[in-house]
């Protein structure tokens, strides 16, 4: 027997964690309260409009939100809709789509049945003639028929579906069994036994605009901008925008509101929105698309912040599927006002304008300082998470930390958020007001020598702090011609 060669040359192989993904800003939710999505399934993720189409018909607000988000160009390629519980339902059983497909088997049973329980009480099923059921539809019928009355069961197209006749949490729906009778069992036919690949839910309360959107957030945190289909009230709209500032997320929405267009009234919601200073959402005035705003939020979540001068302005932007609204000047300098944005006629050319937030913020800042503040935490926390070592808490551990922030940031100068100019703010290290910033950007991490020594035993970093100077863009141009014979 040989001496391995570890003995003498022993190598270990470690493989560090996988480098964290940035956030992506890039994500739309589009919340209805059509019950064409389940209860246990009420957001879905959509790459084009058949998909959407899959889910939802071409009489549902959802459909009409998402046909405009994908009328956009460049075409957005993800999109998320969701189901708001804008009033109790009831609990529901959706069957297998592995249901039996062979309509002549039906059409053989005069006596099928099968036991459920609804709302905790079992309830026998039998006697249920199929014979005469030229399709699906005609089948499920005769099985509501049969059921508790209120109690719903139609066929959604790829499965049947049964639903309480209460609602609320307490509603519940179960497995159905093979019948206790003497009636053909029909439970593992129609795909509603635990055998099957279908699944149950109970039944849900109403919930306010403030839980669900809590209650989406923490089942899938992805989405970064939302809008709601056209239902929601005035009150619900502004619980909309304060749930979203507090967060980061930016909300929009699209009023009709003609006291919006009235230079002298204060008491609309534009104003609302302008006064509590929202810098989370923005809204535009449309009389007859209440769905403008999803159109601006689908030119905007196409950028690209890994790209090279990728970043845009909203101004100028045109929004496929809505109609651009003729202004007068007053109304126009009203909404201007309010930073409420429009879709109008400039000359012969429509546009979107001004591209702001409630508060007065550019919505492109409010969306590349997320973009920022992710991609710089993301590489941080990264190079942290993925090091076989560790990061040293000395100079050269911290300038090690710095280097991941610059990273970020010179990405931000290469999408076009960030540029070289002239700082005007506070005075930062080697920096001071008036100074003009090369790179555009300055990071600046105090010395570990001067840490406060509570912090040092904590294991924090030193204090590093970022100077960004914005890009910007040109909105408006004053330009005088002087002309001599």
């Given at each position: 027997m040989t001496i391995p060669v570890s003995k003498v040359v022993d190598v270990k192989i470690f493989s560090s964690p996988t480098f964290p993904k940035r956030k992506g800003f890039g994500l739309l939710n589009?919340?209805?309260?059509?019950?064409?999505?389940?209860?246990?399934?009420?957001?879905?993720?959509?790459?084009?409009?058949?998909?959407?189409?899959?889910?939802?018909?071409?009489?549902d607000e959802e459909y009409r939100a998402a046909?405009?988000?994908?009328?956009?160009?460049?075409?957005p390629t993800e999109l998320c809709i969701s189901?708001?519980?804008?009033?109790?339902?009831?609990?529901?059983?959706?069957?297998?789509?592995?249901?039996?497909?062979?309509?002549?088997?039906?059409?053989?049973?005069?006596?099928?049945?099968?036991?459920?329980?609804?709302?905790?009480v079992n309830h026998p099923i039998e006697g249920i003639d199929l014979s005469g059921c030229a399709n699906l539809n005609a089948l499920a019928s005769e099985v509501e028929a049969a059921l508790p009355v209120g109690t719903e069961f139609f066929f959604e197209g790829t499965r049947f579906v049964l639903r309480s006749n209460t609602t609320g949490k307490k509603s519940t729906v179960d497995f159905a069994t093979p019948p206790s009778g003497t009636a053909i069992d029909l439970s593992a036919m129609l795909g509603l036994d635990a055998a099957g690949l279908g699944f149950k839910s109970a039944g849900v309360d109403a919930e306010s605009v403030t839980d669900a959107l809590s209650r989406l957030q923490e089942r899938e945190p992805s989405w970064y901008g939302f809008a709601f289909t056209k239902e929601l009230t005035t009150a619900q709209i502004k619980e909309a925008a304060a749930w979203a500032e507090a967060r980061v997320k930016v909300f929009g929405f699209t009023t009709r509101d003609s006291n919006v267009l009235d230079m002298a009234a204060e008491d609309d919601l534009c104003s609302f929105m302008k006064a509590n200073m929202y810098s989370r959402t923005i809204s535009t005035w449309d009389e007859d698309d209440p769905y403008q705003i999803v159109s601006a939020f689908a030119r905007a979540f196409v950028v690209n912040f890994e790209g090279q001068n990728t970043t845009i302005t909203l101004k100028f932007k045109l929004?496929?599927?809505?109609?651009?609204?003729?202004?007068?000047?007053?109304?126009?300098?009203a909404l201007v006002k309010k930073n409420?944005?429009?879709?109008?006629?400039?000359?012969?050319?429509?546009?979107?304008?001004?591209?702001?937030?409630?508060?007065?913020?550019?919505?492109?800042?409010?969306?590349?300082?997320?973009?920022?503040?992710?991609a710089i935490e993301t590489n941080v926390f990264g190079y942290m998470y993925t090091r076989t070592t560790k990061v040293p808490q000395t100079d050269k551990g911290v300038a090690s930390l710095v280097q991941q922030v610059e990273k970020a940031c010179?990405?931000?100068?290469?999408?076009?958020l960030l540029a070289p100019g002239q700082w005007n703010g506070m005075d930062l290290g080697e920096v001071h007001s008036g100074d003009y910033l090369p790179k555009g950007f300055y990071v600046y991490a105090q010395p570990v020598a001067e840490q406060n020594q509570s912090d040092r035993e904590a294991r924090k970093a030193p204090p590093i702090q970022v100077l960004a100077k914005g890009a910007g863009a040109i909105h408006f141009a004053n330009i005088e011609v002087t002309f001599e014979r």
């Open positions: 589009i919340i209805g309260c059509s019950n064409r999505l389940p209860i246990g399934d009420s957001i879905r993720f959509y790459s084009d409009m058949d998909g959407v189409a899959a889910d939802f018909s071409g009489e046909q405009i988000f994908f009328s956009q160009a460049p075409r189901r708001r519980f804008s009033e109790s339902v009831p609990g529901e059983l959706l069957g297998s789509v592995n249901f039996e497909k062979d309509l002549a088997r039906f059409q053989s049973i005069t006596d099928g049945g099968f036991d459920i329980r609804i709302d905790g929004l496929p599927g809505t109609t651009p609204v003729n202004l007068t000047e007053s109304q126009r300098q409420c944005n429009y879709y109008t006629y400039f000359g012969d050319s429509a546009m979107l304008a001004e591209g702001v937030m409630a508060s007065g913020r550019f919505f492109d800042e409010v969306h590349g300082c997320d973009w920022l503040q992710n010179q990405q931000g100068v290469n999408n076009g």
